[in-house]
């Protein structure tokens, strides 16, 4: 146990920090250190390297050379500088490389040093060149701040939304701030600038002076500033050696130390974790290293080759041409466990290995603190870098948790678990070396499965997803559709063969979206491909887009149509309509008449014309003629406007072989044109009113002969004029008319019409002179309706005919008509003997 | 009468909850827009948003959009149905305002869902970027307990006249959404070219979202999908049962009825819920009308008795009878004025002969004899002038049942707008001519021997879209439609489903869903099948779990693409009483003769 306390070093009376080994790099760097740009992101990201970045010729052989490597040193990508000079490079949280020219280009990189895209900060910078610029992360993403040549910055708080905003200016600001960094509060980002003796707060709107309250006096420059990963403490290093630590809201100091060395450090960064005890800042000069806190006594540490610090969430990770470095606080567990001389319940059961386990073990159960000390056990565990160690603690746990009775033991399990992936992803060749508080306390598995595929690690991020049972559509099949997406764009493998590989790995896997791996296939410019592709995509809905971007819009149009979604039609149509010229987009959509309709139901409101066209196209004459008919009276309001455009539906229809629609159409020309003619003699209104109609608004206005002649003219048939104008003069109630009219010859309807007129005019007297004339089937109706019931039983009785007997039975009242029914009673006896 | 339902049968599942799920989301995307606004509804929308939200819930003014628009606030909502017409009149009104120079905030919100083109006319309209869309998926609106309704008249104009598929992915969305709350279906038949295609989107709907579904328990046995151009006679047909009736004379809106000053006996107008809550209403709706009048009287003799009642009680029991009981009498008694006002109102308009005469020609078309009697009748009908609605449904029902229209008889005195009306009915297979079709026939069966089958296939399809036979009398004779009458039809005791057309035609509809729940498949109906044009488009579908508890099994959806009527509603309620089945019915909207007439005729707009 000693030993393993070795590299703890104190600071203060309460923390301890200890520093280890996480790889040894093997990158064979052949520079210094000092001569690249260097870039590390967070989370056990991987390293940028930007050799000879200063170099202004243009000899290739010094051209600058971008080197990427993972945290282990193995290298990812490398790639000759051919566009501008850099100034600064940073990863952001996507893990995309950064690099900031000096012209304010921003170009983005890959983990593969794959191009990405580029984007500007605007022409500010361009002109006035970039001096300084810095990567940050916030909780919006990852933002680039940039100080100019003209001594202004200009930030955005995400590239992936960008958005610039030009801070303003610093009254008075002759040169380059001494030291500047960017801090993020109330989530928004803001700059603390460092001139001479004294500092400036930017924000959006204004600039402000600030004093950092409790700061030793004489100061009289700030050589380097830091803020803490949580952007929630800062550190201000001045010419006197003098090291400020306070809150990033500079309203409170934490504390202060003098390290009595004047010389500006080469970085300064935050070294503490959540939940810290004692936080601490990590200063390091050429061959120094320095921990300072909050305590009289630093902690020293010599630098053998010129390191490079990380800050991370809970330490700070060194890397230099040989190792790379893991520096952070003592987590509490551990150290109530292996604290020398610690009291702590933990220590009893790891120390279960020595004869007095039994001893210890009993002592802390009846203290009752044994459940804590499996705790402290398990959560120590997650702390350590060295498998062995951790198995130590796991065992220690796990024989402690034997004496307890209730332990709940999915603690335990999901310690083992993330202990797995971790060290699996800690290992020397995927080398993501991530601790325990960042993986899974801070990233969640998505991210880390993201992170793996990233840097193409698909089989082991698939095993991961298995070894902890993801459901598919989160895991395993993610993974196999950015899988497929590398895949495409493997330009030496055919097509065929790649589709194949695909399909045969992903299968139906749900929440595998073939459309996408097609786009990416398309977006490497294998069309082919992509098709081939999107016919193993089971939604036609997310075939269409893809295929008419493709330009395959015929192809777009079939799938549409087999979808069923007509909106998905209607797109496709849109788009053929635009691509193709007239003639052939009517051809097209000739062979589908789904499309077609879709189409016709929409040109029938938007385009009539088109409408139109596509009849003729078809030869469609039946359908043009319906066209024009509707013409006649939608569109046309001239009498000559309507009968032209029922000439043409007529021929149309001749055309359509529709004989009788023709002569139709015909007929209502010349209806039209007499109704028209009627007007300007008779006045009144006949326009529209149809042929019926218009007969009898002659016979109700009395112009009989006219009637007449229109009758002949259009051959309306007997039966329809006799009713016609049966109704007619009744309703104008002019009787004698009537029965004039009833007397011009026998009637066509037969006589029971002509009653039940009056009737229904309530004139009895007039009904009854033509019920005597009624036929002899209808008699017995005709005289029960002017209510002779008598005389109906008669006919009924002479006629022998039962139904008509009952019809009259059923309309005999008991008190008048009895006689009536009593004959019609011995009628049907009679009857019934015979 | 009534509803004397075995006692075994299965109940109905609760559909309320669909009115709350359409209303929460009205409420959540008007709240979208935050603050006073002015809400445009279209007419069509009103009835059945009045049907599940309070329009005060909404606590904004809100106009109809054929009012004139008199703006108060400087947000402006709009809530349509996805009509290019609609799409214009916003445009009219957005653009409008650009030229006041006003600006506002505009919203549209399509109901059941947006179409792109829409979408394309206000981006032709130029203001595409002034106004924000959404989409509320309020496409079933339950009008009863066991009657959902899409609310969607157009649908069958759209479809089976224009060939317009959209609709159909709104009905797959409404029964994805049926699965998802009610459990999956295990058991799936359907008939028609929209039935099929509906169904098989449904499908691709399902797996898409699969897992979600898997696992529960179905509560609802079997689904149901029928096309309404596989029946049109039923629809044709004149309504005698109550319910079939009143929407025949007075025009059920939304589940209800508007009565008149005639039927409330006061200068009044009253609008009138017609649901199972309504008591007197839920016992007389499926009864044939003949049966009406007496249940009516019989129950207002008991309810004067309960009335009476009330004489020789003491204080206590009186108190009892006026807080306990005296609310619902006089509840029923208003339900039971208001019935006995419809149904004088009613028989003053139908009982007349003209009525009689009326069914009576119906029956011999239906039953195929003296065909020149009823031509003739349909000639005066037509001579007459009654109406031009009556003379082409007439037409139309001459024409299927006859397989042709015996001689052309001439529409035009009605106008020339008509003559459109006429190749729409052809078009959608309501009228047929007699003599092409049958060469055709034969040309089919020519070239169906000639080449393979599913090629023969499609050239039918063609065939049969260029001139839809109708096989009626052929089927009837196959399926029984006709039943055989010995002596007196006793209506109120009724035999078969016949007794909502008077005992004189089984409702072909109803009849193949019979036939076919009995057979739980199409088997031994391929002539049937074959006969009414639908040889590629009859399906049944049964997964093989056994998940479903014999009581779900026993419930059935009925999906009526392109409408229904209270006729085939009642026929199958009639239907499940004597089998101890409970229907449960979705249709594009309740539709009946007349409007189906309607939506057929090119009128002057």
Not at chain 1, 210 to 215: C, F, N
Not at chain 2, 120 to 142: H, K, R, T
């Amino acid at each position: 146990m000693d030993c393993y306390t070795a590299n703890w070093n104190p600071l203060g009376d309460s923390a301890f920090y200890r520093k280890y080994e996480l790889y040894s790099m093997d990158w064979d760097l052949k520079e210094e250190l000092r001569d690249c740009l260097v870039a590390a992101a967070p989370y056990g990201g991987p390293v940028a390297l930007l050799r000879n970045p200063w170099r202004k010729e243009k000899a290739a052989s010094v051209r600058p050379v971008l080197d990427i490597y993972s945290a282990s040193g193995m290298p990812l990508a490398s790639l000759l500088w051919k566009s501008g000079p850099v100034v600064s490079l940073g990863w952001s949280a996507e893990e995309e490389l950064l690099c900031v020219q000096e012209d304010g280009a921003v170009l983005v990189y890959g983990l593969h040093g794959d191009f990405r895209r580029h984007f500007s900060m605007g022409n500010e910078v361009l002109q006035n060149r970039v001096l300084d610029a810095r990567i940050f992360h916030t909780e919006f993403g990852s933002g680039v701040a940039i100080l100019t040549g003209a001594h202004r910055f200009t930030l955005s708080a995400n590239v992936g939304d960008l958005k610039l905003r030009r801070m303003p200016e610093v009254p008075g600001l002759q040169s380059a701030p001494s030291c500047w960094t960017v801090l993020c509060q109330d989530r928004v980002a803001h700059i603390l600038l460092a001139v001479g003796p004294d500092l400036y707060l930017l924000d959006h709107a204004a600039c402000s002076a600030v004093t950092p309250p409790g700061l030793a006096p004489g100061v009289s420059s700030f050589l380097q500033m830091a803020v803490s990963f949580t952007y929630r403490h800062l550190a201000l290093f001045t010419d006197t050696g003098y090291i400020w630590m306070g809150t990033a809201s500079l309203k409170e100091k934490l504390c202060e130390f003098n390290c009595n060395i004047r010389a500006a450090p080469k970085q300064m960064v935050w070294c503490s974790r959540p939940r810290s005890k004692e936080r601490a800042v990590v200063v390091a000069w050429e061959r120094r290293l320095m921990v300072v806190g909050d305590a009289p006594e630093s902690i020293q540490f010599v630098l053998d080759e010129d390191s490079y610090l990380v800050p991370e969430l809970d330490g700070v990770r060194i890397f230099s041409r040989s190792t790379h470095e893991f520096l952070h606080e003592v987590p509490a567990a551990s150290e109530e466990i292996f604290k020398i001389a610690s009291m702590g319940p933990g220590t009893g059961v790891f120390s279960k290995e020595s004869q007095k386990a039994d001893e210890y073990l009993r002592e802390i159960q009846e203290l009752g603190q044994l459940t804590q000390a499996v705790q402290q056990c398990i959560e120590a565990a997650g702390h350590e870098h060295q498998p062995d160690m951790q198995k130590s603690l796991l065992r220690a746990a796990s024989f402690g948790k034997c004496f307890l009775d209730r332990f709940p033991p999915d603690s335990f399990v999901r310690m083992c678990q993330d202990l797995r992936v971790l060290n699996a992803v800690r290992d020397y060749h995927i080398g993501i070396p991530l601790t325990y508080s960042q993986y899974p306390c801070q990233l969640t598995i998505q991210v880390l499965l993201d992170r793996l595929v990233l840097r193409r690690l698909y089989p082991l991020a698939i095993q991961i997803c298995e070894y902890l049972r993801l459901p598919e559509v989160q895991g395993v099949s993610r993974i196999l559709a950015h899988w497929a997406c590398y895949k495409v764009q493997q330009k030496d493998v055919s097509d065929e063969d790649v589709a194949r590989a695909i399909n045969q790995k992903l299968g139906d896997t749900p929440g595998v979206s073939y459309s996408d791996i097609a786009a990416r296939a398309y977006g490497c410019g294998r069309t082919e491909l992509a098709i081939k592709l999107l016919e193993y995509e089971p939604r036609s809905g997310e075939q269409v887009p893809l295929l008419l971007k493709m330009k395959r819009s015929k192809l777009a149009l079939s799938k549409a149509i087999e979808s069923g979604d007509t909106d998905l039609v209607f797109t496709v149509l849109l788009h053929l309509k635009n691509e193709l010229n007239r003639g052939d987009f009517f051809m097209t959509l000739r062979n589908q008449p789904m499309a077609l309709s879709l189409y016709r139901q929409f040109c029938k409101h938007q385009e009539l014309e088109t409408l139109k066209d596509l009849y003729n196209q078809d030869d469609n004459h039946q359908e043009l003629g319906s066209f024009h008919i509707r013409a006649s009276y939608a569109a046309e309001e001239r009498i000559e406007g309507r009968v032209a455009a029922l000439q043409t539906a007529a021929d149309a229809f001749y055309k359509a072989k529709n004989e009788f629609a023709a002569k139709a159409t015909e007929d209502q020309m010349r209806l039209l044109r007499l109704q028209r003619r009627l007007e300007d003699e008779l006045g009144g209104q006949f326009l529209d009113l149809s042929l019926h109609d218009t007969v009898t608004t002659l016979i109700l206005g009395g112009h009989n002969k006219r009637a007449e002649q229109l009758a002949r003219d259009f051959r309306i048939p007997d039966k329809r004029l006799w009713w016609l104008k049966l109704t007619a003069l009744a309703d104008l109630e002019d009787w004698e008319e009537l029965e004039k009219f009833s007397k011009s010859k026998k009637s066509p309807i037969g006589y029971l019409p002509f009653v039940e007129i009056c009737i229904k005019q309530h004139n009895k007297y007039e009904a009854k002179k033509y019920a005597s004339r009624v036929g002899p089937e209808q008699k017995v109706k005709a005289l029960l309706l002017v209510g002779d019931v008598a005389q109906a039983a008669d006919v009924a009785i002479e006629h022998r005919n039962e139904a008509e007997l009952s019809l009259v039975l059923s309309h005999c009242t008991g008190a008048t008509d009895g006689a009536t029914a009593d004959k019609i009673q011995r009628a049907r006896a009679q009857a019934q003997k015979k | 009468m009534a509803f004397p339902h075995r006692p075994d049968a299965p109940e109905l599942p609760d559909f309320s909850m669909l009115k709350r799920l359409a209303r929460d989301q009205l409420i959540y995307l008007l709240e979208q827009l935050p603050g006073k606004k002015d809400l445009f509804i279209e007419a069509d929308l009103m009835s059945p948003l009045d049907r599940i939200a309070n329009v005060s819930i909404l606590k904004v003014r809100s106009l109809s959009l054929r009012s004139c628009p008199s703006f108060l606030f400087e947000q402006l909502c709009f809530l349509v149905r996805p009509r290019i017409k609609n799409m214009r009149y916003i445009a009219s009104l957005v653009n409008a305002d650009k030229v006041a120079g006003r600006t506002r905030k505009y919203k549209v919100i399509f109901s059941p869902q947006k179409f792109y083109a829409c979408e394309m006319v206000l981006e032709e309209e130029g203001i595409y970027g002034d106004v924000s869309c959404d989409e509320w998926a309020f496409s079933l609106l339950p009008l009863d307990v066991d009657l959902l309704s899409m609310e969607l008249p157009e649908f069958f104009r759209d479809y089976f006249l224009e060939g317009d598929q959209r609709w159909i992915n709104t009905v797959a969305q409404a029964l994805h959404l049926l699965s998802t709350l009610y459990g999956p279906f295990p058991n799936c038949y359907g008939i028609g070219r929209c039935a099929k295609m509906a169904y098989e989107l449904w499908r691709k709907l399902e797996e898409e979202e699969d897992g979600e579904t898997k696992g529960r328990r179905p509560e609802i046995g079997h689904i149901f999908l029928l096309d309404r151009d596989v029946d049109f006679v039923t629809a044709l047909c004149s309504q005698v049962v109550y319910e079939g009736l009143v929407d025949d004379t007075f025009r059920i809106k939304c589940g209800s009825v508007d009565f008149g000053p005639e039927v409330t006996s006061s200068d009044k107008s009253l609008k009138v819920l017609l649901n199972a809550e309504d008591k007197v209403f839920h016992e007389i709706r499926n009864e044939h009308f003949s049966n009406v009048f007496g249940f009516l009287s019989q129950k207002a003799r008991n309810l004067q008795a309960q009335y009476d009642r009330r004489r020789g009680m003491d204080i206590k029991q009186m108190k009892n009878f006026v807080s306990q009981e005296l609310k619902g009498l006089k509840q029923e008694h208003r339900l039971l004025s208001l019935h006995i006002g419809a149904c004088e109102s009613i028989m003053k308009k139908k009982t007349k002969q003209d009525f009689q005469e009326l069914i009576k020609t119906e029956h011999a078309l239906l039953e195929g004899f003296s065909i020149r009697e009823s031509t003739s009748y349909i000639e005066e009908h037509i001579d007459r002038q009654v109406s031009p609605i009556e003379s082409l449904r007439l037409l139309c029902l001459l024409s299927i049942t006859e397989n042709g229209e015996p001689k052309r008889l001439q529409m035009r005195i009605y106008g020339p707008e008509h003559l459109l009306t006429f190749s729409n009915l052809r078009r959608a297979g309501l009228l047929t001519e007699q003599g092409p079709g049958d060469t055709l026939t034969a040309v089919e069966s020519k070239v169906s021997k000639l080449v393979t089958d599913k090629a023969a296939g499609k050239i039918t399809d063609a065939f049969s879209s260029l001139a839809k036979r109708s096989n009626f009398r052929a089927i009837s004779k196959k399926l029984n439609l006709i039943p055989r009458v010995d002596g007196e039809y006793d209506l109120k005791v009724p035999r078969d489903m016949a007794y909502v057309f008077s005992g004189a035609y089984v409702p072909l509809s109803c009849r193949i869903i019979e036939q076919v729940l009995e057979r739980r498949s199409w088997q031994g109906l391929d002539e049937v099948v074959r006969l009414l044009n639908c040889g590629d488009f009859a399906f049944t579908d049964m997964t093989k779990e056994d998940k479903a508890s014999s009581e779900s099994l026993r419930l059935i959806l009925v999906v009526f693409l392109g409408g229904c009527t209270f006729s085939e509603i009642s026929a199958l309620r009639f239907l499940g009483r004597e089998k101890g089945y409970r229907f449960i019915f979705l249709t594009t909207a309740v539709t009946n003769s007349a409007r189906l007439m309607e939506a057929m005729s090119e009128v002057k707009a």
